[in-house]
């Protein structure tokens, strides 16, 4: 760096040597300025797109840190704000300097190419089969008909278990539905339209495509498949009508480790008549508030995700509910739980009631462990006509056990049968006809969880009278401490604070949204097998289910603790519990939508070109985004500075500053830097308009300096050596341009490179109302003393800076220092900082030995900017 | 608020909350505002009444937003073109760059940032339009 700066005042004074060209006549005079002008407007513009670009990367930083969800939306807007900006510095750069950069052409598109292959890579499906049978199906299908019907597919035929009869609408119908009218086009504009901030716009784009969705029109070959296969179907029952539960089969939806079942809409008991209606009404559910918001949450790509629809014949359920296994919550226990209901098994999946839950050992013969019946208030069964209704339990069905004993065993073995088939835990979907046959639904893998047990010698007796709900079914495991915030409507969920703890009635899909935003969970309703479970474990959120009365025992905002091993609820926030509080899995890091991330990042971020002096500072050593912009705004403000020089005309030559006496400071006036016309060689400062200018010297003379720091001999010896070693920073041997120091300037825009003693120091600053455009950057290097101490300074400096929010880093022997996006007033505060600290960080390198020293500098420094600023920070 | 008088900005998109939302917002930051739902509205409305910088949607029925740029520059090659799409395409963004269009940004937009873009704009017209009458550059 050091070496990057002497070469850049060796530039600077190679072009003061240059033959000066004569003064040219007047017309010539004003077509140069007009040049001027139009070149510094260019050269205005391209620090603008700098901005923007460096704001980008940032964006893209924060995002790989993997702590706050994003899509793919907002991958693909910000690589397009990145490359359209470096392309226009590219143009701008063209307009400053013509034709002399343009290998950068080639270095952009080679960088572009090889962005946009990562992020165009929406799959096309190569089989083109619009509906395929059940009996066709198996599990290396699942690109084309989506994991829950490969699966299915398996179970019915190389299982060979009861699996209801029908068909699947495919992938490549998925593809061909959205393709048909640029639906697929309108659904990423409303995304991208939607902002990043797509959290508080997820209902409007969410309502916004789903009734794009539901006005399209269906394909004809997709509609002419579906009579085909539905003719089909209607030979097996003799050409009678069959009813049809048509069931979303998402890819990705049966995924491990994920919770996408239940985000989709499944329609149960529908006609032929009503078909199309709901198969446009699940391809929408894509698209659903809990949908995208997990999506969004678990970092998976939109478009990796084809809607497979799978339709079977409605089975008139007797019983109905979910099998694990093993426990989810507990990977040491092998036994199989069992949750059931009567009718289908659809309350149990949406936790709007309580179920029946049987335990069973895998002994020989298979033994019930467990037997929980509860009272089931309600079960959900066929409408006559179409569709399904929650209605009453008959009395003397409410407290029976759903299943017999002989029914508990038989599922049991179907779910070992299943498990071992997959080598692994499995989640099944069952009901049971009037005839008491068994039909499996769905399988996938199952997700389970280490539970977290209070050490034995725990003693919760002093909060016993805080204990407000006490045993309640922990569905998540872990401890968290919150707000009581209680969600009864839709509209609750617009006003959740993030933190809070959700509390519910029912344990339903439609909480799902929140999960990731609540500390914990505790809902009156609901068992371990719903998706509300299911995701919460996944999110890794304690829940508590079939928490009796809590929407009434526990008042809005009083804080509580969540133990949801020991089923508990405590009033207050219990650090004695709060110590086994687990840490959040950060689910974006490894996710799709990250993985894409950081590879576009590989081609933006990363700075190769470090040193301006090296052969390697080129147009065709760019090897990212950041390189380009690197380079052209290192360029830019060479070629600003020659085309003053290089052109004589009086108002931008170069004046001495007076300001009680000459100065060695010079300046270059870009544009609109002076209040007006400057004839003569010297600009006196009341003359000067630069308002970043302006602020910074006021920083610089505000205090006087005290002079050289006490040094001792070998300080002394230093300085003699290194003068040796580099005539320019002997005093007595300073050419006639070493000693200056050179702003350029415009009324909103200022650069300085400067000498004092031996250091050197660069400032940019481009302030206007604009505050999204404005930004600082300060770099300083150097000194006199050996290297050690010389980066004793660096970080000196570093730390007075980062103490008024500058971002500061240390590389070697040079600092780099960056302030952007604020207003004017605070940019121009610590403008003052700057020319202070040029000024009285003169020759400090030299005690950066001595403890005592550095401290009584920093005590000094911090004290005199608090009052420059006006700041007092320790009242 | 300063006034911004003399920059007339034709608006041009087919979805219309947006640009009567926007047409009033930067009315009243001054500008004279001029709206078009369509490419073809847009070109009939440049003839009569040629505005100093046009802020232009893509995607619309009708005449693409690429194409009504190309004719609206076949009508004036000094009105400067910005181009605010919600559809992201960057290929098609580097070429309306080449092809001449002041700037291309992404919906939704700060409303500031948009204002901003069609200033610098407007100095870049200027600019051009002096260099080109004064001393045929």
Redesign the interface.
């Known amino acids: 760096m050091l070496k990057a700066i002497t070469s850049f005042s060796r530039q600077l004074l190679a072009r003061f040597r240059e033959p000066v060209l004569p003064a040219p006549d007047p017309p010539e005079v004003?077509?140069l300025r007009?040049?001027f002008?139009?070149r510094f407007?260019s050269f205005?513009?391209l620090l603008?797109a700098n901005t923007r670009v460096l704001e980008s990367m940032a964006d893209l930083q924060r995002a790989l840190q993997g702590e706050e969800p994003f899509s793919t939306?907002f991958v693909?807007?910000r690589?397009?704000?990145i490359?359209?900006n470096v392309?226009?510095m590219i143009?701008d750069m063209e307009n400053i300097a013509p034709a002399k950069y343009s290998e950068l052409r080639q270095s952009f598109a080679a960088i572009?190419r090889r962005?946009?292959a990562l992020l165009s890579a929406r799959k096309h499906h190569s089989d083109p089969r619009l509906v395929i049978p059940l009996e066709a199906v198996n599990s290396d299908m699942a690109d084309l008909v989506g994991g829950k019907m490969a699966n299915l597919g398996d179970v019915k035929n190389r299982l060979h278990m009861r699996v209801p009869s029908g068909f699947v609408i495919t992938a490549a119908a998925h593809e061909m539905f959205m393709a048909a009218d640029g639906l697929q086009?309108e659904v990423?504009?409303?995304f991208?339209?939607?902002?990043s901030d797509a959290d508080r716009n997820l209902d409007l784009v969410s309502s916004q495509i789903r009734q794009r969705i539901m006005s399209a029109d269906v394909p004809e070959p997709i509609y002419l498949a579906v009579v085909e296969a539905y003719e089909q179907m209607k030979k097996q029952t003799n050409g009678q009508e069959v009813r049809m539960a048509v069931r979303s089969s998402a890819h990705g939806e049966d995924a491990e480790n994920s919770s996408f079942a239940g985000q989709y809409r499944s329609e149960l008991n529908v006609t032929f008549h009503q078909f199309f209606y709901y198969y446009k009404q699940i391809m929408a559910s894509k698209y659903s508030v809990q949908a995208i918001a997990y999506k969004l949450n678990r970092g998976f790509r939109d478009e990796d995700i084809a809607m497979c629809v799978g339709c079977l014949t409605m089975i008139d359920a007797v019983a109905g509910g979910v099998i694990y296994s093993k426990n989810p919550l507990d990977s040491w226990d092998d036994a199989i739980y069992i949750n059931s209901t009567w009718g289908l098994p659809k309350s149990v999946v949406d936790g709007d009631d309580l179920s029946d839950l049987f335990v069973v050992a895998r002994d020989e013969p298979l033994t019930i462990l467990r037997r929980e019946i509860q009272e089931k208030g309600y079960q959900i069964v066929c409408f006559e006509d179409e569709g399904c209704i929650r209605k009453q339990t008959r009395d003397e069905l409410k407290n029976r056990p759903s299943l017999t004993d002989d029914q508990v065993r038989m599922l049991a073995d179907h779910a070992i049968r299943i498990e071992q088939y997959y080598e692994g835990p499995q989640d099944i979907e069952w009901t049971l006809n009037s005839n008491g046959d068994i039909f499996i639904l769905q399988s996938r893998p199952l997700q389970q969880v280490e539970s977290i047990q209070p050490p034995a010698d725990l003693d919760l007796q002093p909060f016993a009278t805080s204990l407000l709900i006490d045993g309640a079914i922990n569905v998540s495991p872990g401890v968290a401490s919150g707000k009581v915030f209680k969600v009864a409507k839709r509209v609750d969920i617009l006003q959740f604070p993030e933190g809070s703890v959700l509390v519910v009635e029912q344990a339903l899909p439609a909480w799902a949204p929140l999960i990731a935003r609540a500390a914990a969970v505790i809902s009156e309703q609901g068992g371990f097998a719903g998706h509300l479970a299911n995701v919460a474990r996944e999110f890794g959120v304690p829940a508590l289910f079939g928490a009796r009365g809590a929407m009434t025992t526990l008042e809005n905002k009083e804080i509580i603790t969540v133990a949801a091993d020991l089923g508990r609820v405590y009033r207050g926030s219990l650090d004695v519990l709060l110590q086994w509080r687990r840490p959040t899995p950060r689910l974006m890091i490894g996710s799709p939508v990250y993985e894409m991330l950081r590879a576009v990042s590989d081609h933006i971020i990363p700075l190769h070109l470090l040193d301006p002096e090296s052969p390697d500072f080129s147009p065709n050593k760019c090897q990212t985004f950041h390189d380009i912009t690197r380079f052209i705004h290192e360029k830019s403000v060479l070629e600003m500075f020659s085309f003053g020089k290089n052109h004589s005309f009086s108002e931008r030559s170069s004046k001495q500053l007076y300001y009680h006496v000459p100065m060695n400071w010079w300046i270059l006036n870009l544009d609109d830097g002076y209040t007006h016309e400057i004839k003569g060689k010297y600009v006196k400062l009341e003359e000067i308009a630069s308002i970043p200018m302006l602020a910074f010297w006021d920083g610089f003379a505000a205090v006087s300096w005290d002079g050289p720091p006490a040094m001792d001999g070998r300080g002394l010896t230093s300085i003699m050596f290194r003068s040796t070693m580099n005539p320019a920073l002997a005093p007595g041997m300073r050419s006639k341009y070493a000693d200056r120091n050179y702003f350029m300037i415009s009324k909103h825009y200022c650069t300085l490179s400067s000498r004092l003693g031996y250091h050197f120091s660069t400032m940019e600053a481009m302030v206007s109302e604009?505050s999204?455009?404005n930004y600082l950057g300060f770099k300083f290097k150097g000194g006199a003393a050996d290297f050690k101490r010389c980066l004793g300074r660096l970080h000196f400096i570093k730390e007075i800076l980062e103490r008024y929010g500058f971002q500061a880093v240390v590389n070697a022997d040079n600092l780099n220092a960056r302030m952007e996006g604020h207003d004017m007033e605070y940019m121009l505060s610590r403008l003052k900082i700057l020319g202070y600290l040029t000024l009285h960080t003169r020759q400090l390198d030299m005690i950066m030995n001595n403890t005592a020293a550095v401290n009584y500098y920093l005590t000094k420094l911090t004290k005199d900017i608090d009052t420059l600023l006006g700041e007092h920070l320790n009242p | 608020m300063e006034k911004k008088k003399g920059i007339k900005v034709l608006l041009v998109d087919d979805e219309d909350v947006f640009r009567e939302t926007t047409a009033r917002q930067l009315a009243i930051r001054g500008f004279d505002v001029l709206t078009a739902e369509s490419g073809e509205a847009a070109l009939a409305l440049v003839k009569n009444d040629p505005p100093e910088v046009v802020v232009l949607d893509l995607?619309m029925p009708g005449m693409h937003g690429s194409e009504t740029f190309v004719e609206i520059k076949k009508n004036d090659p000094h009105v400067e073109v910005i181009i605010l799409t919600?559809?992201?395409?960057?290929?098609s963004?580097?070429e309306l760059?080449q092809q001449g269009i002041f700037?291309?940004l992404?919906?939704?937009i700060?409303i500031?940032?948009l204002l901003?873009k069609i200033e610098?704009a407007f100095?870049?017209k200027k600019?051009?339009e002096?260099?080109h009458y004064?001393?045929g550059?």
């Open positions: 004003e077509a007009l040049t002008k139009s407007h205005k513009l603008a939306a693909q807007a690589c397009t704000s490359s359209v392309f226009r143009n572009q962005i946009d086009k990423d504009r409303l991208q339209v939607a902002g604009r999204r455009e | 995607e919600g559809n992201t395409n960057v290929d963004a580097i760059i700037d291309y992404m919906k939704p700060n500031d940032e901003y610098d100095t870049r600019l051009k002096k260099q004064d001393f550059m």
